[in-house]
């Protein structure tokens, strides 16, 4: 059974540039949350998406966005890129959404903005 | 306050020997998931084991148990055995229901290192 699936792997984009990231999570598995990390600031969540829908959102600015389509896929994007925005995101999927239920990371986009 | 407590930046183990990650949690939800995961330095964060709030008895993946003592707040991962591999940033995690969304919280990570 595949795991999650990000891609790209590793990106280089430049200031003011926009990136997208995506997310195919484990077959099955409806739930897809996103998360940055960086040395600094650790591991932290960016949002979370059920059917299409976005059901959380954590303390970043409007630039980061995402989507969920109807297989489940999931994308999300970052506009108008600072310096600060190098780091490493990953996705995690769930099967249903509820706090017994264990997720699955991919291996993460290494972004770095020069 | 935080939720998620991990008070050793980094361990030393020697291989073969056991080794305990602490980890405490801070919630007022009767109803939580805790977890750990390994991330190696390629980036992937491995999921390694699971304890809900209601289970009984620990959990344990083979080489892996998690200490849980619900009334301390703490969830310590055992690993016994260590091997060269098991050298990684560990994070403990907390799953809680917020109305009816989920939020998931990160301790900053322990780097285990196992000396040969």
């Known amino acids: 059974k595949a795991g999650v699936t990000q891609t790209p792997r590793y990106l280089i984009k430049t200031r003011g540039q926009q990136v997208t990231l995506s997310c195919s999570p484990i077959?099955?598995?409806?739930?897809v949350s996103w998360y940055q990390q960086t040395p600094g600031q650790g591991l932290q969540f960016l949002f979370e998406y059920f059917s299409e829908t976005q059901r959380n959102k954590g303390n970043f600015p409007g630039r980061f966005s995402g989507r969920q389509f109807s297989n489940s896929r999931s994308e999300m994007n970052v506009s108008t890129l600072e310096l600060g925005d190098s780091a490493l995101y990953l996705c995690?999927?769930?099967?249903?959404?509820?706090?017994?239920?264990?997720?699955?990371f991919g291996e993460g986009s290494w972004l770095t903005v020069v | 306050a935080q939720k998620i407590t991990q008070t050793q930046p980094g361990m030393f183990v020697q291989e073969k020997e056991a080794v305990t990650l602490d980890c405490t949690y801070d919630t007022s939800d009767p109803s939580y998931g805790l977890f750990w995961y390994k991330q190696p330095s390629s980036g992937e964060m491995i999921f390694l084991i699971y304890?809900?709030?209601?289970?009984?008895q620990n959990a344990t993946e083979g080489r892996y148990s998690l200490n849980f003592q619900k009334a301390r707040k703490s969830a310590n991962l055992v690993i016994s055995a260590s091997q060269l591999g098991d050298s990684a940033m560990y994070f403990c995690a907390m799953r809680e229901a917020v109305g009816n969304f989920n939020k998931f919280y990160f301790g900053s990570g322990t780097k285990l290192n196992v000396k040969p």
């Open positions: 304890q809900g709030s209601y289970d009984q």
């Open positions: 995690a999927s769930s099967l249903v959404r509820g706090p017994g239920n264990t997720i699955y």
């Open positions: 077959s099955g598995h409806r739930s």
